[in-house]
């Protein structure tokens, strides 16, 4: 079982080479200081960077420039072996749709120990039992049957299991909730919430729902490869960006298109924005 692992990306940077052999910057530039133990809704139109700063959290991915520290570990200088056993044990991931994170022939039990192979003998003694951990997510009676039998909400609750088989420090979870009735969207972010109370593992959920995100506690907005906004269930943040740019908050944006000339006001103890008359 890993301690609940913070977040650290400085000036994070993600390149992709495009097919017309032109760069395409899916993230410039971020900053985030996230702590253990923390729940985080992240949120973002499509194309925002979402997806990529997930994959980079999980190890899957190398930063093209910038520092992403997790925990203790510096993902930008670990070697390949190194990576291996951090995906291996430190991070988890529930990646979108259920199916995807399973063994279908296998029962939900079979799934959580096959998760838990890539560990030592002696690090598996150390781990909840199989039906404990189940029960967390609210399927023990689920134990013994196949997955290619349950339905999608029960297969998503045996995939949040297998996400956290090894009790990793960090959780990472793609749209977890996008596939589900209200019911079960309601039912699956508690179980979130009670799997960070209970194993102490950060958690970070990508979603398209703020109202999923704000029960989280607190969320994080990327604009354009950026950190845009970050808030907490009742505030709504702007991030100033090292080069002291501003992402205004959508309800801004509606009022300011692009192209408005804003003025501002300082007083010494508030700065008030202003359009230019027209």
């Given at each position: 079982m890993s301690e609940a692992m913070g977040v650290l990306c400085e000036g994070l940077v993600q390149i992709y080479p495009g097919d017309d052999g032109s760069d395409v910057?899916?993230?410039?530039?971020?900053?985030?200081?996230?702590?253990?133990?923390?729940?985080?809704?992240?949120?973002g139109p499509s194309g925002s960077g979402k997806s990529t700063l997930l994959n980079l959290l999980a190890g899957l991915l190398r930063p093209t420039a910038g520092t992403l520290r997790i925990g203790d570990h510096d993902l930008s200088t670990m070697s390949e072996?190194?990576?291996?056993?951090?995906?291996?044990?430190?991070?988890?991931?529930?990646?979108?749709?259920?199916?995807?994170?399973?063994?279908?022939?296998?029962?939900?039990?079979?799934?959580v120990s096959f998760?838990?192979?890539?560990?030592?003998?002696?690090?598996?003694r150390s781990l909840m039992p199989a039906r404990e951990l189940l029960d967390l997510v609210g399927a023990e009676h689920l134990t013994g049957r196949r997955v290619a039998e349950l339905s999608g909400g029960e297969q998503q609750r045996i995939a949040l299991a297998v996400a956290v088989a090894t009790q990793p420090g960090l959780l990472l979870a793609d749209e977890p909730t996008s596939q589900l009735g209200l019911e079960h969207r309601e039912g699956m972010v508690d179980t979130l919430n009670q799997v960070n109370e209970?194993?102490?593992?950060?958690?970070?959920?990508?979603?398209?729902?703020?109202?999923?995100?704000a029960r989280l506690g607190r969320t994080v907005t990327?604009?354009?490869?950026?950190?845009?906004?970050?808030g907490d269930e009742s505030n709504d943040?702007?991030?100033?960006?090292?080069?002291?740019s501003i992402q205004l908050p959508q309800s801004a944006r509606?009022?300011?298109?692009p192209g408005t000339l804003l003025g501002y006001d300082d007083d010494g103890d508030e700065l008030r924005l202003r359009e230019r008359d027209r």
């Open positions: 910057v899916a993230l410039r530039s971020v900053d985030l200081d996230l702590t253990a133990g923390t729940r985080i809704g992240l949120l072996r190194d990576l291996v056993g951090f995906r291996a044990a430190g991070v988890g991931s529930l990646i979108q749709g259920a199916g995807r994170n399973l063994l279908p022939h296998a029962t939900a039990a079979q799934n998760a838990r192979l890539g560990l030592r003998r002696s690090q598996r209970v194993l102490g593992a950060t958690v970070i959920v990508v979603t398209h729902d703020p109202v999923v995100a990327i604009r354009d490869g950026r950190v845009g906004a970050m943040f702007a991030v100033v960006g090292r080069d002291g509606k009022r300011w298109p």
